[in-house]
């Protein structure tokens, strides 16, 4: 990741990383850009709670988010500082520990794929 001067609240990084259902998400997000559908359907939690949990993300400064048709695509902030960096890195790093993370990333992966064979699918059909 990209180191910047960018000075984060530490305390609001902290209650960030303390919530499970953001750290889920983080982890999903871990080196891919995801769709708010995506979350909702693997943490099996409403938009809106999703949504409200992302803004949290966005606000704090760890993620960035992209409009594409009606859905919002998220990523992990390209432009952390360096003490958020470091911070971010040892919990991914925790993520690969975690059973729950782990089973998460394994719908994703299974996810993005269906929905990619889907696509090709109806491309090839049409």
Same mark, same amino acid.
């Given at each position: 990741?990209?180191? %910047? %001067?960018?000075?984060?609240? +530490?305390?609001?990084?902290? $209650? /960030?990383? /303390?919530?499970? %259902?953001?750290?889920?998400?983080?982890?999903?997000?871990?080196?891919?850009? =995801?769709? *708010?559908?995506?979350? =909702?359907?693997?943490?099996?939690?409403?938009?809106?709670?999703?949504?409200?949990? +992302?803004?949290?993300?966005?606000?704090?400064?760890? *993620? *960035?988010?992209?409009?594409?048709?009606?859905?919002?695509?998220?990523?992990?902030?390209? $432009?952390?500082?360096?003490?958020?960096?470091?911070?971010?890195? %040892? $919990?991914?790093?925790?993520? $690969?520990?975690?059973? #729950?993370?782990? /089973?998460?990333? /394994?719908?994703?992966?299974? *996810?993005?794929?269906?929905?990619?064979? #889907?696509? +090709?699918?109806?491309? #090839?059909?049409?």
């Amino acid at each position: 990741m990209a180191r %910047t %001067t960018k000075s984060f609240n +530490l305390a609001r990084l902290f $209650a /960030a990383l /303390a919530d499970p %259902t953001r750290l889920r998400l983080l982890s999903l997000m871990d080196g891919r850009e =995801v769709c *708010v559908c995506h979350f =909702v359907e693997i943490l099996g939690q409403s938009q809106p709670k999703i949504s409200r949990h +992302l803004a949290y993300l966005r606000k704090t400064g760890l *993620v *960035v988010a992209r409009r594409e048709g009606k859905w919002m695509h998220y990523s992990i902030c390209p $432009a952390l500082d360096v003490a958020a960096d470091s911070l971010l890195n %040892t $919990a991914q790093s925790a993520f $690969a520990n975690d059973k #729950q993370m782990r /089973a998460d990333r /394994a719908k994703l992966d299974r *996810v993005c794929c269906d929905v990619g064979s #889907q696509k +090709l699918h109806s491309i #090839q059909k049409g």
